[in-house]
């Protein structure tokens, strides 16, 4: 019931930026986090960005702090994922997440490659 579509994702140059996007739709009554997840070969997939729904409030991993941007549009159901000053260590597939009052949804993820 609940569908969570990705896009934005592509072949980027070090030092260079990545915008991606997330919409929420279905049975989304209740949404009130979403946020963005990742996972490179042979790593555990890790949290990139959470915001919060109502106050917009925001967290980031301590790896992209400084470098990537998350921000929202309620009126759109949507997240986005501003991404800087790229590094091959981002590499990674993205996943957006979103909770629905206490359950979760994941989006089909979205490959992300930094060329070096």
């Known amino acids: 019931q609940v569908h969570l579509s990705e896009s934005g994702g592509g072949l980027v140059q070090v030092g260079g930026s990545l915008n991606l996007s997330c919409v929420a739709s279905?049975?989304?009554?209740?949404?009130?986090?979403m946020g963005w997840y990742r996972q490179a070969p042979g790593k555990q997939r890790e949290l990139v960005a959470g915001i919060t729904v109502n106050s917009g409030y925001t967290n980031y991993g301590d790896s992209v702090k400084g470098r990537f941007g998350i921000s929202r549009d309620n009126a759109a159901n949507s997240v986005y994922l501003h991404m800087t000053d790229l590094r091959p260590e981002d590499t990674a597939v993205y996943y957006c997440r979103a909770y629905v009052y206490s359950n979760s949804y994941w989006g089909q993820g979205t490959q992300v490659t930094v060329s070096s």
């Open positions: 279905g049975s989304i009554d209740g949404l009130n986090t």
